[in-house]
């Protein structure tokens, strides 16, 4: 008879990889090679004569870099081991990544953009050969269209800060053309994405940021108290990073409006609102959505990613050049857009994510984007229910209304009961092969931590998540020291953090770090 | 309530009595009743209209496929496109590594459970700054572009001063982005480059320096391919009034055109797309900037940028973000300009390509494509009508042709090319109508003698034509 394996544990015993792998120069081995370029032919060469001679003196590299030198199974060995270090989407419950939309990117689409016909075509190839890529644009930005109910779109910014970047841009460009340059003023909310206030000062315009009022929703009163002949738009995300859905959110346009400033709808994550919701029914001039967050993109560490702008017919001759155009036969490029705010960013955008992003669109249709939104929600709202039979956790603000797509909650009463801090929970979360994250700063919510389940996680996905917050809040409670020394199955140990932001002590590069620690001169 | 009588594979809980059991244990008995905060007015109330979706996973690959079908790639032609966007070989272990779902699907990450990816990061800064001879070196912005733009917002930042010089050759959709990038406080003087060198007018440039200048700007390899051999006395012109030398370079030359600090210059920045990573018709970029370990200097990068200290344990590397606070991640609008994500994967791409070359691979390849395109510089200056306008000065990767002698204009030419398979260069002809009928060429290692010859050969038959 066969021994009886028994149940797995509750928990995953999990370790991360720990391969105590080496920086890659501590790897090199003089006169290995990972990798030969092709060999330039005789023929080239006689005829040519040495051309490094033609260069002067001072152009000519003297000292080859000093690149590490390996062979290329230890290249590959290297960056495999670094990756097993690492957790993405395809590896864990990524629902810690609260505002950020951690969704399963599928791998159809990876595999489809990998198509020599979308990797390998050059930006500036005869339009007739790219009909297929400028077909897939066009089409998306209809999709655009129906989804926000805005009028055109560019699908050119590099990611959601840059879109963000690239509407604040059409804003200064529409005030300059109608000769209000006066209107030097945009005013945010604490709880929109960091980059509304951080790209509109950038771009030249004093940040007002309005607070939440008891219940949570940025304050009218002091809307309207802050809009005057100065103001040049509001940017504001809705659902906010607490979840909560403003529902004055038309007020608060009307309000911009009658002073005379345009407004600019964050929908970076629209996740819970596809469908349901749209940008143009509350009144608004601009929107962007973030192609890697609600439309499934993967994040790559941090990008390439793809951002896309929507904007009325009011706003749209401003938009970037160029803009893709359809005759009836043929998809083309239109330049010819004089008062446009020109490039920003090489050529037309990230074309393999918007692939990407039209392939799991026309995966899901209209009906899969509400499920998509509405599961969501819902996962969402099951987790909260989950989470806050956990000790020492809270939601700030009421809950009459429910949260929509994220929550952001707060361990004030477990840190004030245990000494343990929000992000310490994280240090040990990775012990248990997840992540974690507390919320963009500042730190409006004590002790935070932002949640987003999206529609691609399990209800037992999210009861393993839950109970992984639970077991660590109740190791919290029997020994706060115990977190302070987490984590333990990780791939590395606490990290003396402090060295980074001491001059003497931080080092960006290898050989930064060989100086400052007396191994090199 | 919306009725769904599907259940979708890229939805776990769209089950119908995996929903309903959610919803009893939340104590909802639809999920309507979650949406409630959102007034009637602000719905849609109607289906969006959009296209039929394809529900089978082979029916979607069969329609992005015919769709694929119309475009015609590089690679299945012979192509000499380059301004900005490059086709250099791109070895297997750059797309291997690129591709594992460890990296590809992970995120903004915690130096405890993404170490990997900080590890990979802060190599890639580190190869990046070998390459560079630099201390310091970001996590990628989006692109050139960007990494440009910025380069002359720190030079201003850091002098406290807002008058910037653009000196000599820039693509004129760089030059858009970096005008509007500038436009809140900064006053750009343009200098312009020498009609038949294509060099920078030192001259001119030595007359519109004064001490309120920031910087001054230039490319090398710059945009027509041309490389500024008095780059060490511009960068003496720029000290001279305490200004910043500021440089944008092609990193793939670097293995044997000497790094710009090695003439001078203070912030170093570029375009990574070269270094292993596919055209993706423009979405290949990533952009870097390079400077010394100043903390003048590094307290002015939006970026991220990773770096190494120890752990509470002997022989491990710890990762983490350095100087974190001069960000608008800590600070919003207090931060520098703005940071978020960009193009990091291909920051480790980058550092994975790097790894393969090592200094021989980067040396023999800079030396090649130098060959390859003096060989197609003489051979198409030797069709009669044809000219180089910048002959004598060396080149990188690219050069312009003049065909203002030979009757046809660059349209026509470029026509003629395509009917033969051919991909033609950049038509300069709009964008910098001073140089005439004119096309950018460019040249890599992917090019072989005959695949040079080839160009030759069709071009002389297509303007004779």
Redesign the interface.
Known sequence: MIEVIQPKPKLRRFH?ARW??P???ELSQPG??????????E???N??GD??Q???K?????I???????S?IH??R???????????????I?VG?GT?T?????K?N?Q???????????????EN?????L??MY?LEE?FK??SGMDRFTLQP?????A??TNV?MI?AYHAYHGNSQRDEVITTIFSH??N????????YK?I?LYPDENGYPDLDALKEAVSERTAALLITNPEDTG??N?Q??QFVKVVHEAGGLCSYDQANANG??????AR??GFDLCHF?L?KTF?T????????AGVCGVTNELAPFLPVPTVEFDGKKYYFDYDRPLS???????????????KA??W????????????A??A???N??LM?KILEIPGVSIPYSLD??R?EQIRYSWEQLSEDTGVHSEEI??R??DF?????TS??PYIVPEPMTLEPT?????E?LDEYAAIIKNIVEEAYRDADFIHGA?YN????????E???D?Q?????????K?KSGQTK | MHQTSFVHPYIPNSVPEIKQKMLEEIGVSNIEELYRSIPEHLRLNRPLKLPQPFRSEYELVRHIEGLLSKNISARERLSFLGAGCYQHYVPAICDEINSRGEFLTAYAGEPYEDHGRFQALFEYESMMGELLNMDVVNVPTYDGFQASATAIRMACRITGRNKVILAGVIGKDKLSKIMDYVQPDIEVVQVPFIESTGLINVEILSSLISRDCACIYFENPNYFGTLEINGEEISAIAHQFDALSVVSVNPISLGVINPPVEYGADIVCGDIQPLGIHMYYGGGHGGFIATQDDPRFVMEFPSRLFGVAATDVAGEYGFGDVAYERTSFAKREEGKEWVGTAAALWGITAGVYLALMGPRGMMELGEGIMQRTRYAIEKIGEIKGVKIPFYSIPHFNEFVVNFDQTGKSTQTILEKLLQRDIFGGKDLSREFSNLGQAILFCVTENHNQKDIDLLVSTLAEVIHD
């Open positions: 991360q105590d792998e920086i890659i120069f290995q090679r990972g990798v030969i370029p092709p060999a330039v032919e023929g080239i060469k005829r040519v051309v490094l033609t260069l002067p001072n152009l000519r590299r003297s080859p870099p000093q690149l590490p030198e390996l290329q290249v590959l290297h960056y495999v081991r670094l990756s097993q270090e690492n957790l993405g989407v395809d590896l864990n990524d990544q950020c951690m969704k399963y990117s599928p159809v990876d489809l953009s990998r198509s020599t016909k979308i990797q390998d075509l050059h930006p500036l190839q005869d050969s790219v009909q297929g890529i077909e897939i089409r999709i129906e989804i590099g990611a959601g800060s840059a963000i970047y841009a200064r960091p980059s206030a951080a790209c509109a000062k950038t771009a030249g940040v940021t909560i859905f529902p959110i038309d609102i596809l469908g349901i919701t749209r029914d509350a973030n890697h499934s993967p994040h790559g560490c941090g990008g390439p990613a705010i020109g490039k920003v960013r090489p050529f037309y955008g990230v074309a393999q994510n918007l692939l039209y392939a669109i026309m995966s899901l249709g209209g009906d899969g984007l509400r499920e998509v509405e599961i929600v819902l996962n709202n099951y229910k209304n429910p929509i994280g240090y979360a990775a092969g997840t992540h974690y994250w963009h700063h529609e691609s996680y399990s209800k996905d984590p990780s791939t590395v140990h606490r990290i003396h953090q060295s980074f932001d001059p002590s931080w080092a960006v590069t290898w050989r930064a770090y100086r």
